[in-house]
């Protein structure tokens, strides 16, 4: 772990003193939205809004939703909504509400120089539950949701920066030679630099592979038998000047097996084929058109320029082109070698996972929430904020685990305090 960032810090209004909802019926399911809980009002005894009032937390059978709960409110509580219809945008209404808002429009998630580092041993520590060593990191303002709106958008969460460290030689990636025309497996350099993809290699089986650079995830996708015509795959990355041309006949079928899982790939395969479509023999144009120079021009021309020059190291790729090659093609491109794991705070657990609880993913006041990181589950994402992938209305509450914390809300402790004179 080399650093992190606190995402969704509400800064926005606040009740001066902490203030509770009536009671709500059901944790989660039908019936358990905040309107039933804003049912009572201010004059009522009972079942009414209070300042300072307690946390209920009562169910009736473990993991059954019926029970007693409330809501602690903040005074934008009901205005975060989740949009109900497209073209509705919540979002923007509250993009100067939140420190480091989880927001599409937000640039500045995905400038990885200013993710927060992992504090230093001299720093001074907090000693939690187990004699665990913790650092205070951060002090965030009390953000309470409804249970439909415990989504990425809107919920307080932590952002952890890793960085890979390959085993040495034993870490290779593929890499297309361009002047010897051919793939090879070469060691990590120590930039740390690689792209990850889906591919289908040439026994039928799917895969992820490591590569060095964008050419490479082209180059591979041909997967061409042993012994193949050396200026085959040549010719088909670099173009055809100065190339003995091969049987069209080969070129076809090289075309035709191509690999499709990943979206670069599909997109090479396309371009090609539809250069041969109905052909039979080489043409002038297809031996000026048919290989991946051309298509990478063609396709900056058609795609706005979503990605960089035709070769541009990796290690020059910006943020928004990382983000273009991860959305557009699903290829990740790990810069450095760090990635990226989302960790949405945890106020209370239902007990039921996969379904969303009343105050489950909120942050309140005077609690202290203590994050452990006991391990990752394989590479996290490209980015801090990964375009196709992450999205404001993300339900907290999901099956896409690639870290694993342990959170621990510290019990409150009553004191008892002599006679206060003013």
Not at 72 to 81: A, G, M
Not at 91 to 119: A, H
Not at 164 to 173: A, I, L, S, T
Request: aromatic fraction near 12%; charged fraction near 25%.
């Amino acid at each position: 772990m080399t650093g992190y960032k606190v995402v969704n810090q509400w800064k926005g209004n606040s009740y001066v003193f902490k203030q509770v909802s009536p009671k709500a019926t059901k944790n989660f399911g039908e019936g358990s939205s905040l309107a039933d809980a804003m049912a009572g009002n201010y004059t009522e005894s009972g079942n009414d809004f209070k300042y300072l009032g307690d946390e209920v937390w009562s169910m009736m059978t473990l993991n059954e939703a019926n029970g007693s709960y409330n809501y602690v409110l903040d005074p934008s509580i009901s205005q975060k909504k989740v949009p109900m219809n497209e073209g509705d945008d919540p979002w923007t209404q509250f993009k100067d509400s939140y420190i480091n808002y989880f927001n599409p429009e937000n640039k500045d998630l995905n400038r990885v120089e200013n993710m927060s580092k992992i504090p230093e041993a001299e720093t001074e520590p907090y000693y939690g539950v187990n004699d665990r060593i913790y650092y205070p990191v951060v002090y965030t303002k009390e953000n309470t949701l409804d249970r439909e709106a415990q989504v990425n958008g809107y919920s307080t969460g932590v952002i952890f920066e890793s960085e890979f460290m390959p085993d040495g030689d034993n870490f290779k990636v593929s890499f297309y030679n361009k002047d010897a025309g051919s793939i090879e497996s070469v060691p990590l350099d120590n930039n740390k630099t690689f792209l990850l993809a889906v591919h289908k290699n040439g026994e039928g089986a799917t895969v992820r592979s490591v590569y060095k650079d964008l050419p490479s995830v082209a180059a591979c996708a041909f997967n061409l038998e042993e012994g193949s015509n050396p200026n085959l795959l040549k010719g088909l990355m670099n173009g055809w000047d100065g190339i003995t041309l091969p049987n069209f006949a080969d070129v076809q079928k090289a075309i035709n097996s191509m690999s499709d899982q990943n979206g670069f790939e599909i997109a090479f395969k396309k371009y090609l084929s539809d250069m041969i479509k109905g052909e039979t023999n080489w043409k002038e144009e297809l031996t000026m058109r048919l290989c991946y120079t051309e298509f990478r021009k063609k396709q900056n021309e058609n795609g706005g320029g979503h990605l960089p020059d035709t070769y541009t190291d990796p290690n020059d790729f910006t943020p928004d082109q990382i983000g273009n090659l991860y959305q557009f093609y699903n290829v990740s491109l790990y810069k450095g070698g760090k990635s990226y794991y989302k960790f949405w705070i945890r106020h209370n657990d239902n007990g039921n996972d996969g379904m969303m609880g009343v105050m489950e993913f909120c942050i309140v006041r005077n609690n202290v929430y203590q994050l452990y990181v006991t391990g990752v589950r394989g590479l996290g994402d490209p980015l801090p904020y990964t375009p196709g992938k992450d999205t404001p209305d993300k339900p907290d509450e999901t099956d896409d685990v690639t870290i694993d914390v342990t959170i621990y809300v510290k019990d409150w402790v009553k004191r008892t305090n002599k006679d206060i004179i003013i």
